[in-house]
């Protein structure tokens, strides 16, 4: 394939099973369903840093952080929904979705957007990078950037 094609059918539907996949993981605490959805190595990006998850122990942290993080809220659910899906290439979509952290029906925060490359390795499609649009919330900024190197210092993408 050449270039994007817009709003492919087949790219929102693997888009949307893997943000339903993972969503239930993070409800129900369950970090192999969580896993299944990625490949590693694995890399996420927000304003404040960059981490890249090399091992299942790296992404269990991260897990264990997130969903802290999501307690501490009292978050109940997550009400998120795919805005765009695009293949890129016959291996790669690029996708976007929105999340809002809910607890019942009030919202616990700012809703945030998230851009992800989904790839096609051994026959299975995972999340391979994601960048989190996560501003105003430096709870949920740290609980994405708690697993670093050990020599890793952490630095800012904007002033």
């Not at 299944?36 to 996420?44: D, K, M, R």
């Not at 291996?91 to 019942?104: A, F, L, N, Q, V």
């Not at 960048?131 to 900024?141: E, I, L, P, R, S």
Request: with cysteine; aromatic share 8%.
């Amino acid at each position: 394939m050449s270039g994007v094609q817009d709003d492919d059918p087949l790219a929102w539907e693997i888009a949307k099973e893997l943000l339903q996949r993972t969503g239930r993981a993070l409800e129900s605490r369950d970090f192999p369903l969580m896993l299944s959805a990625f490949h590693l190595p694995y890399t996420h990006v927000t304003t404040e840093g960059v981490v890249v998850l090399n091992s299942e122990d790296d992404f269990r942290t991260l897990f264990a952080n997130v969903r802290a993080h999501f307690e501490g809220l009292g978050m109940t659910h997550l009400d998120r929904e795919v805005i765009s899906a695009s293949f890129v290439s016959t291996y790669c979509i690029r996708t976007t979705h929105r999340s809002r952290i809910m607890k019942g029906e009030t919202l616990l925060n700012e809703p945030y957007e998230t851009m992800a490359e989904i790839v096609r390795r051994n026959h299975r499609w995972g999340i391979a990078c994601s960048n989190y649009g996560v501003q105003n919330d430096k709870a949920h900024q740290d609980a994405l950037l708690s697993v670093r190197f050990p020599d890793e210092k952490p630095f800012r993408l904007m002033n």
